[in-house]
């Protein structure tokens, strides 16, 4: 059987199950036989016979994607919208609105095994710089708030993308493609039979926008081992990035002409991220149950023009850090299974923003000094404890229990002098703490002959300020008003197979309310006690019509309104109770159509639809939306070669990944437009 037909089975083995469920115990012993599905519920944070929403992209998805960036795989799952911005810049939504600043740092954790990637206080609206979405088995994404094996960050939900781990036998892959864009990958794969594998990854894109050049590279490396009892794997991940960013094309509708879309107002922007982290999961029986060790250590630094704000100015920012994640599980097999666990992280991490040139919207404004608005260092420390009990009530019923606590410790201290330098506060030297506390509760039901469960989850999900959302102070705030934010969300839904098994579905409603909503204004104003509502439906589905056809599709509709007042200074941004949230669409969808007409071709063609949303908090300017449609082409030369063609905006549509409002203009990032992608895969045995 060819390679790629091959990997397609077992991929979708694992994508059905995630969808469906698991209908029996006899299913169970199917699906199992899966070797990607394990790999999902080892590591992540909740498994398909469990309540809550979630869903994963298996390994032939990602590599038929063959995306430039990971928005282009996870924007096809539902509840998710992450709008690209310049070059592998980003920001995400995962049931929720678009979030930016520090909501959009710490909203949302990102994870490698199972291991965040940044440390709780040291978030990044661009968290998916690091992921070496190019080499993984699986990525798995949690729509809400985690599980109790995970704490701060986990309030809209997670991301966990699971790296392949050594294989049987002897194998050098390589994917090498190149676009109409002057866009340029090699991913290359080594695998030294069960004991270790090896990928690289290397981007070089000249940009479709003028100054817009990118450069990254990314590195993992995987090791399994056996050592005085313990079942091990170690793993070491690694990403470099420099690119030429470009800003906002501003005026209104401006990104549908193209002449202006490849303009670039800001050629002197420019991004230096870098990234690593190793990590080693030990786990072996000791008492009744089975005791897992994940020590882990990781180090950032990342410096870049702040090109989105009026102002501009240089940003320099790092932290390192160790820690480690513990889980005792005891009771497999039995009607209730007990889980336990205890969590450190201990970081230090530091920022300095200097801005080089005078700025003023007018003659004499003195708000936006020269020189450094901040210099500070932050030394941090997590502690956590959790526990978890899964009830097997009957064959047909489980409840999920949880309950997480965990507090945050913040030792600040600045090497610019204290005080109020125009627009920005600058706070004394001082220390905070905050604790965490995250109740969950979940049944799941699947009535006795069924191929459908049904289920309903309550969760809270809380963060800790980040550091900039304590130490980066405007002057309108006072010192230390950030406060630990709270959702409370729950939500019921339905999984499972029908007709036969031949269409897996997942459907879910859910309600959720928000308390000390930290956000950014469009003036740029920090707001920190906001409150808002999110309610919605999201549904997944995989129909095969036939042997040659098969249609999935995913669809949200989503409500995301303030719930609170305010009108800043001469009124020029009015927010009331109940106007929609910023860059919330209402309607999300993905549909894709596959044929396969033979063992050796293959072609699909997709349609990715983003809904009208505002683009201010006042509710006063909007983007219309659109609709972007994508082909892929496939065809195994042999066993272990093949040629793909990717096109993607097929009709060449003038569109915006961004859309904003703020400092009294209408803002864009222009979106790519039609261009086509060619690549092989080939495999060394």
Do not use: C
């Amino acid at each position: 059987m060819p390679l790629r037909r091959l990997l397609a089975t077992t991929a979708s083995l694992a994508i059905l199950t995630s969808v469906a469920g698991i209908a029996s115990a006899q299913d169970s012993e199917v699906i199992v036989a899966d070797a990607r599905l394990p790999v999902v519920e080892i590591y992540g944070d909740r498994s398909a016979t469990q309540p809550g929403s979630v869903s994963s992209v298996g390994a032939e998805t990602i590599s038929d994607i063959n995306a430039d960036h990971p928005a282009e795989i996870l924007n096809e799952l539902p509840g998710v919208n992450i709008q690209m911005n310049s070059g592998q810049e980003h920001l995400i939504a995962l049931r929720s609105p678009v979030l930016t600043g520090g909501a959009g740092q710490g909203s949302f954790l990102i994870l490698e095994n199972g291991v965040p990637t940044l440390a709780p206080a040291f978030g990044n609206v661009n968290s998916l710089f690091e992921i070496h979405h190019e080499a993984a088995d699986a990525i798995e994404i949690v729509r809400g708030p985690g599980s109790a094996k995970y704490g701060s960050n986990a309030v809209h939900g997670l991301i966990n993308v699971i790296l392949d781990e050594p294989a049987p036998g002897d194998f050098f892959d390589a994917r090498l493609t190149g676009s109409t864009l002057n866009r340029y990958r090699a991913d290359l794969t080594g695998n030294l039979s069960n004991t270790a594998k090896v990928s690289l990854s290397l981007q070089d894109d000249a940009g479709w926008r003028d100054f817009t050049g990118v450069e990254q590279q990314k590195f993992s490396a995987n090791y399994g081992f056996d050592l005085a009892g313990w079942n091990g794997l170690a793993w070491l991940s690694a990403s470099n990035l420099n690119q030429e960013t470009a800003g906002f094309l501003e005026g209104y509708k401006s990104y549908r002409d193209d002449d202006t879309a490849t303009t670039n107002p800001n050629p002197e922007a420019y991004r230096d991220a870098q990234w690593a982290m190793g990590a080693v999961r030990l786990s072996r029986e000791v008492g009744y149950g089975e005791l897992t060790l994940t020590p882990f250590y990781r180090w950032q630094e990342m410096e870049f023009a702040q090109h989105f704000l009026p102002n501009g100015g240089f940003e320099e920012n790092g932290h390192d850090g160790f820690g480690l994640m513990s889980k005792y599980e005891i009771g497999q097999g039995d009607p209730v299974i007990w889980r336990i666990g205890a969590d450190v992280d201990i970081s230090s991490g530091w920022l300095k923003e200097t801005q080089p040139d005078p700025f003023g919207f007018f003659p004499g404004d003195t708000r936006f000094p020269t020189g450094v608005h901040y210099d500070y260092t932050v030394d941090t420390t997590m502690l956590a404890l959790w526990g978890e009990a899964e009830w097997k009530v009957s064959d047909g019923l489980i409840i999920l229990a949880g309950l997480r606590g965990e507090t945050h410790d913040y030792d600040y201290t600045t090497d610019v002098p204290a005080g109020t330098y125009g627009r920005f506060l600058v706070p004394d030297d001082r220390e905070d703490s905050f604790d965490l506390l995250t109740p969950k509760l979940g049944a799941i039901w699947t009535p006795s002959g069924s191929t459908v469960s049904y289920y309903a989850n309550y969760a809270r999900g809380e963060r800790a300020p980040q550091a900039s959302d304590l130490y980066r102070l405007q002057s309108q705030q006072g010192v230390a008003e950030a406060g630990v934010e709270t959702m409370d969300s729950i939500e019921i839904g339905a999984r499972g197979l029908v007709f036969g098994g031949a269409l897996a579905f997942d459907v879910a409603a859910y309600y959720a309310e928000k308390d000390n909503f930290f956000f950014r204004d469009s003036d740029g104003l920090n707001v920190t006690d906001g409150s808002t509502r999110h309610q919605g439906i999201e549904g997944q589905a995989n129909w095969v019509l036939s042997d040659q056809f098969t249609v999935s599709a995913t669809v949200s509709f989503a409500e995301h309104t303030y719930t609170f007042d305010r009108i800043v200074g001469n009124g020029s941004e009015i927010i009331r109770s109940g106007n929609e949230v910023d860059t919330a669409p209402d309607w999300l969808g993905d549909l894709t159509l596959r044929w396969t007409p033979t063992e050796r071709f293959e072609a699909s063609v997709s349609a990715e639809y983003v809904g009208e949303y505002f683009t201010d908090p006042a509710n006063q300017q909007t983007y219309s939306g659109h609709t972007l449609t994508n082909l892929r082409v496939a065809y195994d030369f042999s066993e272990d070669l093949q040629g793909f063609v990717i096109v993607r905006n097929l009709f060449d549509l003038n569109y915006a990944d961004r859309a904003d409002y703020a400092f009294g203009n209408n803002r864009y990032f222009p979106g790519e437009p039609l261009n086509a992608t060619f690549g092989i895969r080939k495999r060394f045995n």
